[in-house]
T-cell receptor, first 111, second 110 residues
C-alpha cells in the first residue's frame, strides 16, 4: 500500500507569493490532517478533515492558510500570501481509526 | 488549550543503556500515541497507549490516566534509536485530533 504522499518535498518562495502544497492520503483513510512543524513551536495543527468535511480550520492560521479536500484521495494547502515566518515543514497525515500515518513533509522556505 | 509536556528535552546514552521518556498532559486523554522522528525524517507511530502498559519490541509504554502521565521505556538502546520521540494526545472531543508535545531528542552513542 502506498503511504501518504506529499509534493513538493522542497519549495523556496519569495515573500508575497502563493504556495500550494499537495497531499495524497492512504487509500481508505477517513481523516486527514495538515500540521506545521518548526523547531520552536513543534507540531501545530492547521486543518483537520473527516470524510472530506472540514472539522478544524486551525484558528490562528485561518487568514492566510486554506486547506481543501475536493475528493477523498487528494488535499491541498494554500498559503497566500507567504511570509518569512511561514518557513517550516508542512506535514500531512491520514488515519482510519486513530493511528496517524505521516507523509515525508514539504519543507518551505520563504525569503 | 491542551498542554503536553515532555521530559527530558534531550538525552544522550551509550549504546546498550536504557532510556526513560516522560509525557505529562493537562487534561484527560482518550488517545495517547508515541511517535518517532528520525533526523530529517517523517514521523512514525510507535504505539498507541491511552491507559495501562503496552510492549512492542524493546519499547514499553505505561500510561496512568488519572495522573495524566505516560512514559516510554527503551531497553538496550541502539544507535539507530537516535532521533526525536514525540508524545501526542487527543482529549476525545474532536475525533482523532492529536496535540503534540515538543519531543525528547535522543542520541545514542556507539
Amino acid at each position: 500500500d502506498a503511504g501518504v504522499t506529499q509534493t513538493p518535498r522542497h519549495e523556496v518562495a519569495e515573500k508575497g507569493q502563493t504556495i500550494i502544497l499537495k497531499c495524497e492520503p492512504v487509500s481508505g483513510h477517513n481523516d486527514l490532517f495538515w500540521y506545521r512543524q518548526t523547531k520552536i513551536q513543534g507540531l501545530e495543527l492547521l486543518s483537520y478533515f473527516r470524510s472530506k468535511s472540514l472539522m478544524e480550520d486551525g484558528g490562528a492560521f485561518k487568514d492566510r492558510f486554506k486547506a481543501e479536500m475536493l475528493n477523498s484521495s487528494f488535499s491541498t494547502l494554500k498559503i497566500q500570501p507567504t511570509e518569512p515566518k511561514d518557513s517550516a515543514v508542512y506535514l500531512c497525515a491520514s488515519s482510519l481509526q486513530g493511528t496517524l500515518y505521516f507523509g515525508e513533509g514539504s519543507r518551505l522556505i520563504v525569503v | 488549550g491542551q498542554q503536553v509536556q515532555q521530559s527530558p528535552a534531550s538525552l544522550v546514552l551509550q549504546e546498550g543503556e536504557n532510556a526513560e521518556l516522560q509525557c505529562n498532559f493537562s487534561s484527560t486523554a482518550t488517545q495517547l500515541q508515541w511517535f518517532y522522528q528520525s533526523p530529517g525524517g517523517s514521523l512514525v507511530s510507535l504505539l498507541s497507549n491511552p491507559s495501562g502498559t503496552k510492549h512492542t519490541g524493546r519499547l514499553t509504554s505505561t500510561t496512568v490516566t488519572k495522573e495524566r502521565r505516560s512514559s516510554l521505556h527503551i531497553s538496550s538502546s541502539q544507535t539507530t534509536d537516535s532521533g526525536t520521540y514525540l508524545c501526542a494526545i487527543d482529549p476525545g472531543n474532536m475525533g482523532y485530533k492529536l496535540t503534540f508535545g515538543t519531543g525528547t531528542s535522543l542520541l545514542v552513542d556507539p
